[in-house]
């Protein structure tokens, strides 16, 4: 089992390394899943999950969820071939949490070093919590 602290990490990059690895079987758990970033200018990532949003009906989708932890594991499904049995199996085997739960607190909690924030050039980024809150997410 794999467990990584989004932190300050590029979400689609955690994505492409979560689902490679969940494609070899392995178990990937992704904690403080709220503090990941999305890059670009803020407005244009609102305007694209809001269009996403609204897109289709209530009842059959797309569905596209406000929390910090769904959207982070919505963009590793979009890495996975998610309508193939070998996708759907993988994608089973992550899941994103919002802080550190009780059960990851003594295990060993990597990071992925090239999917820092520090490594881009631009510094115009936005993180999931202030996409969700802005998206209308409950809590915190």
């Known amino acids: 089992m794999i467990v990584i602290d989004a ?7 955690i994505a492409t390394y979560a689902a490679k690895q969940a494609l070899m079987g392995e178990k990937i758990s992704i904690v403080n899943a709220e503090h990941a970033v999305i890059t670009g200018h803020k407005k244009q ?11 289709g009906t209530w009842a059959t989708g797309p569905f596209y969820h406000r929390s910090p932890d769904r959207l982070l594991r919505r963009i590793i499904r979009g890495m996975l071939p998610h309508k193939q049995e070998k996708g759907k199996k993988a994608f089973k085997n992550v899941m994103c949490y919002l802080g550190i739960p009780e059960e990851f607190k003594d295990q060993k909690i ?3 070093e090239k999917a820092r924030i520090t490594k881009l050039p631009n510094l115009k980024f936005m993180y999931l919590k202030e996409l969700s809150a802005l998206l209308g997410a409950k809590g915190e």
């Open 7 to 13: 932190k300050d990490l590029v979400a689609g990059r």
């Open 45 to 55: 990532i609102l305007a694209d999950y809001q269009r996403k949003r609204s897109m």
């Open 110 to 112: 990597e990071t992925i």
